[in-house]
């Protein structure tokens, strides 16, 4: 069997894409999803800003209900890792971790993104043993102790807000003193007594031993270098888009993509190869919004729907 469409990521955009695909009409629609359905966001701890939702609820809430809605209308899931994807002819080839292949009509690719290493020394060596970059997954283990956050973008600024609440106190450290978090996020973060700033630092060394980590050293512009004790360094420092499917074996993408890696595509998710959408985090300019990701799944899939129906009948 060929599929009618191969979604590769399971986030908000890509299960909206599969809403929007069955929905409207396609019927052989898998969507690959590596992990758990829901993306990057069920690892947030506070989502204020999807449209429609209010009230205290975490990422994890938001997504719960979307894999059930999809699958309600056709949508198969796969748990599984996709290695490659390729096309020959008309025909994509949807490559998983385990070897095996499927073929299908058409593809939307939304693999999202993932944290970046913020590169200083330890970071690797204690990664997972005091390193972190999810509060929501391990804030609780330093209930009532002292911990550091390092960047400030949104991801950073929210994440001490909601560790300040787990946490005895929380040192934000920050390479400047200006912050690209949203203007209201950063008042948050002001007024909050819990909350230290370290400010035109950057991370030097976490240090620690066989239990752990013991703390970090960080470097202002002066050149000080402040030693904070503390068992848990929470880095947050931005992402990196997830393409390494679209690598083929001579090493070339199956389609364009700009300077940093991100598909790039017109405003029907269209990607540079026919047959081929992008959708959400990973495509160029993309807000990095569940709302925006949500909205570009749909785009994708009427485009596909498009696609499908002009290329088969
Ligand atoms: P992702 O959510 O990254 O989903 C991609 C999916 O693809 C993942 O499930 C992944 O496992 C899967 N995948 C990757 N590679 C493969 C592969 N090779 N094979 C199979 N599956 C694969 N946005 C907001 O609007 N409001 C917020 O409050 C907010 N808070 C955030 C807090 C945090 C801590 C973070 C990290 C992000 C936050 N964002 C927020 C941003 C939001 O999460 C993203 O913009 C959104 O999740 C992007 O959706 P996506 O579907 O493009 O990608
Ligand atoms: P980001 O906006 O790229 O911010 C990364 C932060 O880390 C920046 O402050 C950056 O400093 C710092 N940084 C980068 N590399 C560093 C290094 N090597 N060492 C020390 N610091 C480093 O990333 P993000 O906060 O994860 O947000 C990603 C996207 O998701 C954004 O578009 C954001 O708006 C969105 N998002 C939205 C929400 C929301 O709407 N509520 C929540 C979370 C995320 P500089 O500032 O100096 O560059």
């Given at each position: 069997?060929?599929?009618?469409?191969?979604i590769?990521?399971?986030?908000p955009?890509g299960l909206?894409?599969?809403?929007?695909?069955?929905?409207?009409?396609?019927?052989?629609v898998?969507?690959?999803?590596?992990?758990?359905p829901?993306?990057?966001?069920?690892?947030?701890?506070?989502?204020e800003?999807?449209?429609?939702?209010?009230?205290?609820?975490t990422?994890?809430?938001?997504?719960?209900p979307?894999?059930?809605?999809c699958q309600?209308?056709?949508?198969?899931?796969?748990?599984?890792?996709?290695?490659?994807?390729?096309?020959?002819?008309?025909?994509?080839t949807?490559?998983?971790?385990?070897?095996?292949t499927?073929?299908?009509?058409?593809?939307i690719?939304?693999?999202?993104?993932?944290?970046?290493?913020?590169?200083?020394?330890?970071?690797?060596?204690?990664?997972?043993?005091?390193?972190?970059?999810?509060?929501?997954?391990d804030?609780f283990?330093?209930?009532?102790?002292?911990?550091a956050?390092?960047?400030?973008?949104d991801?950073?600024?929210?994440?001490?807000?909601?560790?300040?609440?787990?946490?005895s106190?929380v040192?934000?450290?920050?390479?400047?003193d200006?912050?690209?978090?949203?203007?209201?996020?950063?008042?948050?973060?002001?007024e909050?007594?819990k909350i230290?700033?370290?400010?035109?630092?950057?991370?030097?060394?976490?240090?620690?031993?066989?239990s752990?980590?013991?703390?970090?050293k960080?470097?202002?512009?002066e050149?000080?270098?402040?030693d904070?004790?503390v068992?848990?360094?929470f880095t947050?420092?931005?992402?990196?888009?997830?393409?390494?499917?679209l690598?083929?074996?001579?090493?070339?993408?199956?389609?364009?993509?700009?300077?940093?890696?991100?598909?790039?595509?017109?405003?029907?998710?269209k990607?540079?190869?026919?047959?081929?959408?992008?959708a959400g985090?990973m495509?160029?300019?993309?807000?990095?919004q569940?709302?925006?990701?949500?909205?570009?799944?749909?785009?994708?899939?009427?485009?596909?729907?498009?696609y499908?129906?002009?290329?088969?009948n």
């Amino acid at each position: 069997m060929i599929l009618d469409c191969a979604i590769i990521g399971g986030g908000p955009a890509g299960l909206t894409a599969g809403l929007y695909t069955t929905r409207g009409g396609l019927e052989n629609v898998t969507m690959f999803e590596k992990g758990m359905p829901g993306g990057q966001i069920t690892q947030s701890s506070e989502i204020e800003n999807y449209p429609g939702v209010t009230g205290d609820i975490t990422g994890m809430d938001l997504m719960m209900p979307w894999p059930a809605q999809c699958q309600k209308f056709g949508l198969i899931h796969d748990m599984a890792e996709v290695r490659r994807l390729s096309k020959e002819g008309d025909i994509f080839t949807i490559t998983k971790s385990d070897d095996t292949t499927i073929q299908a009509h058409s593809a939307i690719i939304c693999t999202g993104s993932s944290p970046r290493r913020a590169g200083f020394k330890g970071e690797d060596e204690f990664f997972g043993r005091g390193v972190s970059t999810c509060a929501t997954c391990d804030g609780f283990f330093y209930k009532g102790k002292e911990v550091a956050v390092v960047g400030g973008g949104d991801t950073a600024l929210e994440e001490a807000l909601y560790l300040a609440k787990i946490c005895s106190k929380v040192y934000l450290i920050h390479r400047r003193d200006t912050f690209r978090a949203a203007p209201n996020t950063v008042k948050r973060v002001k007024e909050n007594e819990k909350i230290e700033l370290v400010l035109n630092s950057v991370p030097q060394e976490v240090y620690g031993d066989a239990s752990g980590v013991n703390g970090i050293k960080v470097k202002n512009n002066e050149g000080d270098i402040q030693d904070i004790g503390v068992p848990g360094v929470f880095t947050f420092v931005g992402n990196d888009v997830n393409n390494q499917t679209l690598i083929q074996e001579d090493g070339t993408f199956l389609c364009d993509v700009n300077e940093q890696g991100q598909v790039i595509v017109d405003l029907s998710m269209k990607t540079s190869l026919p047959g081929l959408f992008a959708a959400g985090d990973m495509r160029i300019e993309a807000p990095k919004q569940v709302v925006s990701a949500a909205g570009d799944g749909a785009v994708a899939a009427l485009s596909v729907i498009s696609y499908v129906d002009e290329l088969l009948n």
